[in-house]
């Protein structure tokens, strides 16, 4: 892209609804392409299998990046028991199974509950974060597993939905850098029968909701004066 194609002076913030399928960089990507923006980034990554709120930085207000990125997020998550996978969602390659039809209700309940508060985590194989350099996905692709060091996380609260076994779905409220998949499988080892994150939905960023977040197919018709009117002035 030549100086000549970028478009200046896009500064702000923009609030996307992502699909499931695609990662956070291609949303990145789809807006520094369709919009010949010079400087994108985001707040958060989602997994590909997850949808909802990602918060986009466009020009200048990617400056402000760690501003944002330490912001709560909110989700609404459906978790399936009885299946382990080595990614900890329904993407990955089955590890283990176990039917939970001996596990009660309110056990589940209790099991979802008990990790409220404050905790350690270890971030999942499969995860974005570095290794001496290399996204630990990378290095899970060829088979190599690392040991992680556990993060401090914590979930402030959580409401369960509905527990239809094998499903459980429940919305949850969390500090930066928890991993939900992760979530979802420990509490399935907690239970002794296994857990993945079956679908996973981000309802809020800090103060920012998805219900004000756009659909990439309704950007995807806008010329540049139509996204401007999207973008919402980033303060410090």
């Keep these: 892209m030549s100086n000549a194609e970028i478009n200046p002076q896009v500064n702000g913030i923009l609030l996307i609804d992502k699909p499931s399928g695609i990662?956070?960089?291609?949303?990145?990507?789809?807006?520094?392409?369709?919009?010949?923006?010079?400087?994108v980034g985001h707040c958060g990554t989602l997994d590909p299998i997850?949808?909802?709120?990602?918060?986009?930085?466009?020009?200048?207000?990617t400056k402000m990046s760690s501003q944002y990125l330490n912001d709560d997020k909110k989700y609404q998550c459906t978790m399936k028991l009885g299946i382990s996978t080595d990614?900890?969602?329904?993407?990955?390659?089955?590890?283990?199974?176990?039917?939970?039809?001996n596990i009660t209700d309110e056990e589940i309940i209790n099991a979802i509950n008990s990790f409220k508060g404050e905790s350690q985590q270890i971030p999942p194989m499969v995860s974005a974060k570095h290794y001496k350099g290399t996204r630990l996905y990378k290095l899970a692709r060829k088979g190599v597993e690392i040991k992680r060091e556990p993060n401090a996380i914590c979930v402030y609260d959580i409401e369960i939905l509905s527990v239809n076994k094998p499903f459980a779905e429940f919305i949850m409220r969390?500090?930066?850098g928890t991993y939900i998949r992760t979530l979802c499988h420990d509490i399935g080892e907690k239970l002794g029968c296994g857990a993945h994150m079956h679908a996973?939905?981000?309802?809020?960023?800090?103060?920012?909701?998805v219900e004000n977040a756009h659909k990439l197919e309704d950007l995807d018709t806008l010329d540049i004066e139509g996204l401007k009117k999207f973008i919402i002035v980033a303060e410090p």
């Design 23 to 39: 990662t956070s960089h291609d949303a990145v990507d789809f807006l520094r392409r369709r919009f010949k923006l010079a400087k």
């Design 50 to 61: 997850a949808t909802g709120i990602l918060v986009m930085l466009l020009g200048d207000a």
């Design 87 to 101: 990614t900890q969602d329904a993407e990955g390659n089955i590890t283990s199974q176990c039917k939970p039809d």
């Design 174 to 176: 969390s500090s930066k």
């Design 200 to 209: 996973l939905r981000r309802l809020a960023s800090g103060n920012f909701k």
